[in-house]
């Protein structure tokens, strides 16, 4: 049974629909990168799981119990972990400050999962008590996932992280990627940067205009020659 | 016969005083229902105009500076421009920043004004105030303005005179009122005009979607402050009237910021702000509602006074004034929460070619 | 020195300066919070302010009228500042919660009216007139007189002000124990950062406003008492009055900034009070009658120069 599952989704922002019969599911242990053109509905279908916008029709399934329209907070803690692409750590609070936030629904043992934390990010245990928006646009990016795995997170949404970042940065992310993965946690990743997410996802949707265009394993679709010639930059 | 003399002028001092506050109201309808600039300190543009208008038609005075015994139309017109004057430097200032500071600056240059009014004593003569204000018509019959010219060129002062004692004393008040209502009919009519013309769905534009109105090229920074220049302007033109109304005027209770501000403000939200129509209609209503309801209290006080004759009818008196205030309070929150749009919507311009 | 210059400006100027400072720095906490975390200018905070004053005036009349005995006003703040930190949550369910979602200008027109329903409210239950808080004239601290005149200064501060002074150090010291060192102080810290963020991540923003509530209304209420204690009267235009001052230490300490607040109404105060010193001539540098505009001056400079404040708070 797959961890998160969207299912036949119509939605929007109040009028203006954006998503036409959307279908994505995420499976344990897994990396699923959605990829697409600018404006092709990649971030709305995320915020949909947040219960952030208007679902008309279809619904999202958490561990195969309905959760459509919950509220966010009550998503997060329901253990989807969600990490927004632009604004997401608190930029005045220190880099502890923000994993202790990112705990905020977690009962117990917030000690022992900040140490967890700073072993998964060895970067941020020295900078601890750093404030978050002194940092680099990459060790955010670090911060920012580090803070929604501060629960014992069911999976992670990732918006776009390696939006704005370096190459060299970048290659961190999916590096940390991984090893999160490795932790047990399924990962549903929005990627502008089709060619490395699909690097490292076991499986990719492309979506185009709002709607399912292909499926497949992340292989296949970086091998996949039209594909290739339309979202990856140039025939090869 | 009496009777009915008395309620007719019950009711023209209704028309009168509900007309200075529509055109209040009005003033404040650029501001907030146009442009979206939430202006409070209207005490302070009132108190601009009315003080400025004080001055400068006064008959020359030791208490105060002048006054300059100019002609009242002149007077009116000086108190529109000082009072824009002053709405075009908080303008230029507040207007790009968050609208919650030019509520703060408002609410501050109001407060500043009447300070330099109660410490100004030079000038203003301070907390006494200035009184012997000219109001329009019933100052014919002052003999500072019969005995000059045009009215000399009519009659001798002493014929005059006998003119006017043969009137009964309230024969200006049925003028007054009709001047009230026609300038605010003539405020009305202009403000329709700018709302239907491409300034007024330009501002329009504005208020609904800043960043569209933005990109598009407009200047809108500009076009706030004129809609705050324009709204005060029409504040200090009916601070004047409300200063020939009251013919005493001094800075602490005549300009409380309760009694005109925040009813200016009830009265634009419950007729319906944006709507010009609405603004005159809920200036009326609250008005009428807040003086009739003066003399039911006032009238329950005294039958409650007769009946328990332990009664400190005095001291309820004093506080039923305060308790009307707080209703009063509870009506716009009631208003701003269940109908948000007021008694009179506003209706959205049409466009020049469907509307032919 | 101290004769000539000192005595008097030390004890007439800056003592009286900084007692006010005081209380518009603990007003403008609770202004300061609320504009960060829930995003509004809240008018009402001064009528509030002077509610805790009256009730705690209220609660001490009580006292002597049936126990027969008198008590401190901050002993009797206490029960009166649940009453009023109860007042802020209905007004806030009431009148400022239906706007949450909705424009900002909204809810600062709800505490428009809050402010004029409130003094309508203590004006109807109290009467308009002024009432005396605390009989008789202040004398100066005599072990602290004594000990100054030892050491060559001669100090005149009367114990109301000594516990003004300490009571402002312990409520910022507490005030910056709850914000570094609590989880709701963190949480309070990171609404204001960004209200987005904390909602998806899970931080439970209605208790966070809450809390907002308590410290802000706590604030206010020391500062209404405090305030009762320096002019030893209550009178319904006093929330009003403060209102301008506190706003402007908030603006000038930067939006979302407490300690910010704190320098901000210090130096407001401060400045009101030291514009009416003879710095040139024997005149006052200010018509005494104008100490109200200072704040306000300062504040319109700032909104031209700086209107994110000197702690960097945000700026709209």
């Known amino acids: ?106 009962p117990l043992g917030i000690r022992e999962r900040l140490a967890e934390m700073f072993e998964l990010f060895p970067d941020l245990g020295e900078k601890r008590n750093q404030a978050a928006g002194s940092l680099s646009g990459g060790q955010r990016q670090m911060v920012a996932m580090a803070k929604a795995l501060m629960v014992d997170a069911k999976i992670l949404l990732l918006d776009e ?41 076991d499986r990719g949707y492309v979506l185009v205009d709002g709607a399912n265009r292909y499926t497949g394993k992340g292989k296949e679709l970086l091998e996949d020659r039209e594909i290739a010639r339309m979202f990856l930059g140039g025939g090869h | 016969m009496e009777a009915y003399l008395g309620y007719f002028l019950y009711f023209l001092s209704l028309a009168t005083v509900g007309g200075i506050y529509a055109i209040f109201a009005l003033g404040l309808n650029v501001q ?18 009315a003080y400025t208008y004080a001055l400068l038609t006064t008959a020359e005075s030791t208490f105060h500076y002048g006054g300059l015994d100019l002609p009242l139309p002149v007077g009116m017109f000086v108190a529109m421009v000082a009072s824009a004057v002053i709405a075009g430097v908080i303008g230029l200032i507040c207007i790009r920043l968050r609208s919650d500071y030019l509520a703060i600056a408002t609410i501050g240059i109001a407060e500043i004004i009447k300070l330099i009014l109660k410490n100004e004593t030079e000038v203003t003569n301070g907390p006494r105030g200035i009184n012997k204000i000219p109001r329009a018509w019933e100052h014919f019959s002052e003999e500072r303005f019969y005995s000059s010219w ?17 009137l009964p004393n309230w024969w200006w008040q049925p003028c007054f009122a009709a001047t009230v209502l026609f300038c605010m009919y003539v405020i009305y009519r202009m403000l329709e005009r700018a709302r239907i013309s491409p300034w007024g769905r330009m501002m329009t534009a504005i208020r609904e979607n800043e960043p569209a109105a933005r990109a598009s090229g407009k200047n809108v920074t500009a076009r706030r402050v004129e809609a705050f220049v324009i709204g005060a302007a029409i504040m200090g033109f009916a601070g004047a009237l409300f200063a020939q109304h009251l013919r005493l005027i001094e800075p602490t209770n005549t300009f409380d910021p309760a009694k005109v501000t925040f009813l200016v403000w009830v009265m634009l939200i419950l007729g319906g702000s944006g709507n010009n129509r609405g603004a005159m209609l809920g200036a009326f209503l609250i008005w009428t509602i807040w003086s009739a309801s003066e003399l039911m209290i006032s009238g329950i006080i005294d039958l409650a006074g007769y009946v328990f004759q332990t009664f400190d009818t005095g001291l309820l008196a004093t506080r039923a004034g305060f308790l009307r205030m707080m209703l009063i309070g509870i009506l716009m929150q009631v208003v701003l929460q269940k109908y948000p749009a007021g008694i009179l919507p506003e209706v959205r311009p049409a466009s020049p070619r469907s509307n032919k | 020195m101290w004769e000539s210059f000192g005595f008097e400006f030390v004890n007439f100027y800056f003592i009286p300066g900084l007692v006010l400072g005081c209380i518009y720095a603990l007003g403008a906490i609770g202004i300061t919070l609320t504009f960060g975390i829930l995003r509004f200018a809240n008018f009402a905070h001064g009528e509030l302010m002077m509610m805790g004053a009256y009730l705690t005036w209220t609660i001490m009349a009580i006292a002597t009228a049936v126990l027969g005995i008198a008590v401190h006003p901050l ?63 202040a004398k100066p601290n005599p072990s602290l007189l004594g000990w100054s005149s030892d050491i060559g200064a001669m100090l005149l501060i009367p114990n109301k002000h000594l516990f003004i002074f ?43 406003i809450r809390a907002t509530w308590i410290v802000g209304g706590v604030c206010a209420i020391a500062a209404g008492v405090f305030l009762a204690m320096d002019i030893q009267m209550l009178e319904t235009t006093m929330g009003f009055r403060m209102l301008l001052p506190m706003f402007a230490a908030a603006i000038l300490g930067g939006i979302g900034k407490p300690y910010g607040a704190v320098v901000g109404g210090l130096v407001i105060g401060l400045s009101e009070e030291l514009s009416a010193y003879p710095w040139i001539g024997d005149a006052p540098l200010l018509s005494p009658g104008y100490k109200t505009g200072v704040a306000f001056a300062i504040m319109v400079v700032m909104l031209i120069v700086r209107p994110q404040g000197l702690f960097k708070g945000r700026s709209f």
């Open chain 2, 150 to 166: 045009p009215m000399s060129w009519f009659n001798t002062p002493d014929g005059w005179a006998v003119f006017f004692d043969a």
């Open chain 2, 32 to 49: 907030w229902g146009f442009a979206g600039l939430f202006n409070v300190g209207i005490v302070g543009f009132a108190a601009v105009g």
């Open chain 3, 166 to 208: 300490a009571g402002t150090i312990l409520f910022v010291v507490v005030l910056s124990y709850i914000l570094n060192r609590t989880r709701i102080g963190k949480a309070m810290r990171a609404v204001s950062d960004s209200p987005d963020l904390a909602h998806v991540t899970g931080i439970d923003v209605d208790q966070v």
């Open chain 1, 1 to 106: 049974m797959s961890v998160l599952s969207l299912n036949n989704l119509y939605a929007g922002y109040g009028q203006t629909e954006v998503l036409h019969d959307v279908s994505i599911f995420v499976n344990p242990n897994e990396i699923v990168a959605i990829i697409g053109p600018n404006g092709a509905g990649k971030s709305t279908a995320m915020k949909s799981v947040l219960g952030l916008l208007t679902i008309n029709s279809g619904n999202v399934e958490l561990n195969g119990k309905d959760i459509t329209n919950t509220p966010a907070a009550e998503v997060v803690r329901l253990g989807i972990s969600y990490v927004p692409q632009t604004q997401n750590v608190f930029v005045n609070l220190s880099v502890q400050e923000n994993l202790e936030m990112g705990a905020w629904t977690r």
């Open chain 1, 161 to 201: 992280p390696t939006a704005g970042l370096s190459p060299k940065y970048r290659g961190e992310i999916f590096t940390t990627i991984q090893k999160i993965k490795s932790t047990g946690v399924p990962i549903l990743i929005v990627e502008q940067n089709a060619k490395q997410a699909l690097g490292v996802a």
């Open chain 3, 75 to 137: 002993l009797a703040a206490i029960p009166a500042s649940i009453v009023v930190i109860y007042l802020f949550f209905w007004t806030d369910k009431f009148f400022y919660k239906p706007f949450r979602k909705a424009d900002t200008i909204k809810v600062v027109m709800a505490s428009f009216g809050m402010m004029l329903i409130l003094r309508s409210a203590v004006q109807v239950i109290w009467g308009p007139n002024q009432l005396t808080f605390v009989p008789g004239i």
